[in-house]
């Protein structure tokens, strides 16, 4: 079993930056991969980034040299640092691990077994 607690969403203005952070505890295995996921009112669940256990990530087009994915395995933390942040940025973010292992760690809902709560981040103009 893995557990997942996010944080350090908020308000900002456009242009601005935030830092989540998601703190795991339990199996390690299920932590090979990990991502980031989020949902706007109204919309699915969408995939914004992963990291595998070496250290490789992946993005979602729309955060692509804007947002960056890393992991710090002493604190058993996973963070997601958003920067020029933009009004279409505004939804709730999630935490993501367990992968299943037919994944490869893909950037989709279905490849993750457990989930955070959620943090919330709104971005205004």
């Known amino acids: 079993q893995v557990q997942l607690v996010e944080s350090g969403g908020g308000s900002v203005q456009a242009g601005g930056s935030l830092r989540l952070s998601c703190a795991a505890s339990?199996?390690?295995?299920?932590?090979?991969?990990m991502g980031w996921f989020r949902q706007a009112p109204g919309k699915e669940r969408e995939g914004v980034a992963t990291?595998?256990?070496?250290?490789?990530?992946r993005y979602a087009d729309s955060v692509k040299g804007r947002f960056t994915i890393s992991q710090d395995n002493a604190k058993n933390t996973l963070y997601l640092q958003m920067n020029s942040l933009k009004r279409e940025d505004t939804a709730m973010y999630y935490c993501?691990?367990?992968?299943?292992?037919?994944?490869?760690?893909?950037?989709?809902?279905?490849?993750?077994?457990?989930w955070g709560q959620g943090t919330q981040v709104t971005v205004s103009s």
């Open positions: 339990g199996d390690r295995y299920s932590r090979n991969c």
């Open positions: 993501a691990a367990d992968p299943r292992w037919w994944a490869g760690c893909r950037l989709v809902t279905s490849a993750f077994g457990t």
């Open positions: 990291i595998d256990s070496d250290g490789s990530t």
